[in-house]
């Protein structure tokens, strides 16, 4: 089963379910895999204390050009839709690679052949371990825009290398945009977490507009339940119009403890409130109820 | 020419909007006639956290293209399926099928059709608008519409467009309340600003964030200053933000649940609780701002 | 080493996307050519835009021997274009031989592309004259 966790909204709490669950699943022996997909700042292995490998770079195609055989003609110009491509007569062509999106026009087009493919480094997968839980994390070179491209590529590779696990667990980045799309297009179930605020709500309510898009199935974790000032009626009302079901997970400051101390919060405090609520989660995933 | 100012922070989460929405409130009742931008355009709250949005006062969409494939003049080739970068083109019974959710409209596929069946439409992927907050100041919005990309050339459209109204309108300032992440959107935030407003948390996992933002900062030649959010929930570590970030930090703000609570009331904390412990704190960072600016 | 002006013939294939196609070919620079992001079409008294890429319209001026031999001042194609217009400018300016380009501000890619064809830009404010700018440098009387 492949269970992306999201939110929409940063901050909500999402590497913590996700890290949480996972080890919960794999402590009951399954073959438990997590992979983290929030490649502008992963965190995940800051809460398992993991050691980290390199297994892949991830590299974006963009061209090169040969400038022996260019001719100077401009045809490569012409087509680039970015203008990624500007030619000064008579002497040479520029690429401004920032404003590159690898559409490849230019190779089609030139008659000289002087333009192959090249590619630049993007960012890179590592791997790692706590006790028999997998990890794969996906990394954004700082600089580089294109955070899609190491989401598909560390997600696919998680699949191909975990294709035969019991549950993976996708930690999804913040937004709504292409990347979170792509990375909840192979999950069975979605489980976005909110939080009791208004600007939580909203960025859920634009959320469950990608989900209904991809008609993909959900549940909703309401985390830091309990926050003093925070909004409930209106989440729950939300919720409950649609059809979803929720789960509460309380406001805890165990919970912010451990994961200031950069632990799970199901194996420092596994009494506490918060531990239970998660435990509940794992539980109900395992009975199958989603 | 209107300054402009850019909060971010590399992990989500750690209050730019909180951040940004109060600064710019504070500016203007100084004086310093400022307009707000939410160039968190995959899930904009600025307007939210000033009041919400009372009226729009204007609106333009955001497009992009696609393609469109001309049946009766395909011949199911297969050259355009081929060709494309993107996995937008899949041959089904025979004949290529475009997945809307992954064209681009760059038309690769175009270019290689032997017999010109492709041609390209528009589609729109999200919308810029203005709009008046009860408290008084004009947000620009960003708002890409759910699974699209390119939030980097709307956040690109939305500065221009704010940047042009503040230049007629007599504008001193702009405020930039930028996505969470180092990406693409984050780094269209940063560029052409003059000043970057980290917001930092006192948890190793947002350190780490900030100073990867850092290290963009330097890439694009912006001036950096740091303030630490919620500093209170780990004084230990804040210790070690202090030693990390030196001269750059310009303020701390201490965690309280009446944050929570104006954001309920959509209200800025300013506004709401002006002697609270955290607005004073506030105010002592947005004043060195000030000072930052008067010198430029 | 002469300067190409405009590149292609016939329109390609009908790319969906602004292209070199649709910008105007000027005649060859009398003396040196200079070129502004306006608002304005007026001529010297052109406007500078606070826009450069996509500006309403660029003029262009060549002057020889302190003297304005041409103005042109052409609605810009790169005004309308969705996504690189500061480039697609600057690939216009750099084929119609410009050597200095004023505008109240630049992006960096734009900005690396004249630098690297060794065309100065020129920071102005927006507002200013074209007349008055010209004058101020002392390239005119």
């Given at each position: 089963m492949i269970i992306a966790v999201g939110g929409g909204k940063g901050g909500t709490g999402k590497t913590v379910i996700a890290v949480n669950l996972a080890v919960y699943l794999a402590n009951r022996n399954h073959k438990v895999a997590l992979v983290d997909l929030d490649v502008d700042n992963p965190c995940t292995y800051t809460l398992l204390k993991a050691d980290?490998?390199?297994?892949?770079?991830?590299?974006?195609?963009?061209?090169?050009?040969?400038?022996d055989k260019c001719s100077l003609c401009g045809k490569c110009v012409e087509n680039c839709p970015l203008h990624a491509l500007v030619l000064i007569p008579g002497k040479k062509l520029l690429f401004i690679e920032t404003l590159c999106e690898g559409c490849g026009n230019c190779i089609i087009v030139c008659p000289q052949q002087a333009i192959v493919e090249g590619r630049s480094l993007l960012g890179k997968i590592m791997a790692g371990e706590y006790n028999n839980l997998k990890l794969v994390v996906g990394e954004l070179k700082p600089g580089e825009r294109k955070s899609d491209e190491v989401i598909d590529a560390t997600l696919n590779y998680a699949l191909k290398v975990f294709n035969n696990y019991d549950y993976i667990i996708l930690d999804i980045p913040p937004g709504t945009g292409r990347g979170v799309y792509q990375a909840f297009k192979p999950a069975d179930l979605i489980v976005a977490v909110t939080e009791p605020t208004m600007l939580g709500l909203h960025d859920l309510i634009k959320l469950s507009k990608l989900i209904y898009s991809m008609k993909k199935k959900w549940i909703a974790v309401i985390?830091?339940?309990?926050?003093p000032g925070g909004i409930y009626s209106k989440l729950k009302a939300f919720l409950e119009d649609k059809g979803v079901k929720y789960l509460l997970v309380p406001y805890d400051l165990n919970l912010v403890k451990a994961y200031m101390n950069g632990k799970t919060v199901i194996m420092e405090y596994p009494e506490t409130e918060s531990s239970k609520a998660i435990i509940n989660l794992g539980e109900k995933i395992e009975k199958g109820e989603f | 020419m209107t300054l402009e100012l850019v909060v971010a922070s590399g992990k989500g989460g750690t209050g730019k909007t909180f951040i940004s929405s109060n600064l710019a409130f504070y500016l203007n009742s100084k004086g310093t006639k400022a307009i707000a931008v939410d160039a968190d355009v995959e899930a904009p709250d600025l307007?939210?956290?000033?009041?919400?949005?009372?009226?729009?006062?204007?609106?333009?969409?955001f497009y992009g293209k696609i393609v469109t494939i001309?049946?009766?003049?395909?011949?199911g080739c297969g050259s355009c399926v081929a060709v494309c970068r993107f996995n937008a083109l899949n041959m089904e019974n025979g004949k290529p099928v475009i997945d809307e959710d992954l064209c681009e409209g760059f038309g690769a596929c175009a270019l290689v059709c032997p017999v010109k069946a492709i041609s390209f439409i528009d589609i729109e992927r999200g919308y810029i608008y203005r709009g008046t907050t009860p408290v008084g100041l004009d947000v620009f919005t960003g708002d890409l519409h759910v699974?699209?990309?390119n939030s980097g050339l709307l956040v690109y459209n939305l500065k221009t467009m704010a940047r042009e109204a503040a230049y007629r309108e007599g504008f001193d300032i702009i405020v930039v309340d930028s996505a969470a992440g180092i990406g693409c959107p984050v780094i269209s935030s940063i560029s052409g600003a003059d000043l970057l407003i980290i917001v930092v948390e006192p948890s190793k996992q947002s350190l780490?964030?900030?100073l990867r933002l850092m290290d963009i900062a330097d890439q694009l030649n912006t001036e950096a200053y740091v303030i630490v959010n919620k500093y209170d929930l780990n004084v230990n570590f804040y210790e070690t933000i202090r030693r990390e970030f030196g001269e750059r930090i310009i303020g701390k703000i201490s965690y309280n649940d009446i944050v929570v609570e104006a954001y309920a009331r959509m209200t800025p904390l300013l506004k709401l609780y002006p002697d609270s412990k955290p607005t004073l704190e506030m105010i002592d960072a947005f004043n060195k701002i000030l000072e930052e600016m008067r010198i430029r | 080493m002469g300067y190409r002006y405009g590149w292609g013939r016939g329109r390609g294939r009908g790319m969906g996307w602004e292209t070199a196609q649709n910008f105007p070919q000027l005649p060859p620079p009398v003396g040196v050519r200079y070129a502004a992001a306006v608002d304005t079409n007026?001529?010297?008294d052109s406007i500078i835009s606070i826009r450069a890429g996509r500006a309403p319209f660029v003029a262009f001026i060549d002057i020889s021997g302190n003297k304005v031999v041409n103005v042109a001042v052409h609605p810009n194609p790169a005004a309308t274009a969705p996504g690189g217009a500061g480039v697609m400018l600057g690939q216009w300016l750099i084929s119609s031989g410009v050597r200095v380009f004023f505008a109240s501000r630049i992006g960096p890619n734009i900005g690396m592309v004249l630098n690297q064809a060794g065309v100065r830009v020129e920071i102005v404010p927006p507002g200013t004259r074209i007349r008055d700018i010209l004058a101020r440098l002392g390239i005119i009387a």
């Open positions: 980290l490998r390199i297994v892949s770079h991830v590299y974006s195609f963009k061209p090169k050009i040969i400038e985390n830091k339940y309990g926050l | 307007a939210l956290a000033l009041g919400g949005i009372k009226e729009i006062k204007w609106e333009e969409k001309d049946y009766s003049r395909c011949i699974g699209e990309k780490k964030g900030a | 007026a001529g010297l």
